[in-house]
């Protein structure tokens, strides 16, 4: 068995491989044996590593072989998500309330009292539906003794004064009772509310200064 030494230059660097030639002499089937003996032996040792050096005498860095890639690809850590790198949670917005249905109340007479309903509408010339609601409460707690309103007595007091309902007539109910404004509070019967002192002092306030 003879060996030969081949030096060769690659980007700058220095390459050394070595050729191996094998001479074998004897009968086929012995030729035969030793051939596969040879052949056995090269896969338990495997391939010889080329030998790379740089030109500023490092070397790189080694290069995993096939069977440690195979072992981390098949690594049950792939199933493993790393808190660093999980998506974010996305946050879902709630589903849409469905409005409620409303009717007009019949036994509810809206101008047998001074100030009228209309009367006292127009002088504190609400200018969005939360102030509608407001006055349309203090009216009726004040002037007609009802104290907890529900959904159909804004939509009844509305459709008396011409004015649109919201498609949502218990909105700006759970709106005034939000802690941010706090201008109703929960009523005595499930699902009403009465204005409080907060808001029945942002209704004194309505109207003034023209």
């Known amino acids: 068995m003879a060996t030969k030494s081949t030096k060769g230059s690659l980007a700058?660097?220095?390459v050394k491989f070595r050729v191996i030639e094998f001479e074998l002499e004897g009968s086929d089937e012995s030729l035969h044996d030793g051939l596969k003996n040879l052949a056995a032996a090269l896969l338990r040792t495997g391939p010889t590593p080329v030998s790379r050096q740089l030109s500023n005498g490092s070397r790189?860095?080694?290069?995993?072989?096939?069977?440690?890639?195979?072992?981390?690809?098949?690594?049950?850590?792939?199933?493993?998500?790393d808190s660093e790198i999980a998506e974010p949670v996305v946050k879902r917005s709630p589903?849409?309330?469905?409005?409620?249905?409303?009717?007009?109340?019949?036994?509810?007479?809206?101008?047998?009292?001074?100030?009228t309903l209309p009367e006292f509408f127009a002088s504190k010339k609400p200018s969005n539906v939360l102030?509608?609601?407001?006055v349309i409460a203090y009216w009726y707690k004040n002037q007609k003794k009802i104290s907890d309103l529900t959904p159909d007595h804004f939509h009844t007091a509305l459709r008396f004064l011409n004015q649109a309902t919201p498609?949502?007539?218990?909105?700006?109910m759970r709106d005034l009772r939000h802690r941010r404004r706090g201008k109703f509070s929960v009523g005595k019967t499930p699902g009403s509310v009465v204005i409080n002192h907060v808001g029945e002092n942002s209704v004194r306030e309505m109207g003034k200064g023209g």
């Open 12 to 14: 700058g660097g220095k």
């Open 60 to 81: 790189p860095a080694a290069t995993p072989d096939a069977a440690s890639v195979e072992a981390d690809e098949g690594s049950p850590d792939d199933d493993v998500v």
């Open 95 to 115: 589903a849409s309330r469905k409005p409620i249905s409303v009717k007009v109340l019949e036994d509810i007479a809206f101008d047998d009292v001074d100030p």
């Open 131 to 134: 102030d509608k609601y407001l």
């Open 167 to 172: 498609k949502d007539a218990a909105q700006p």
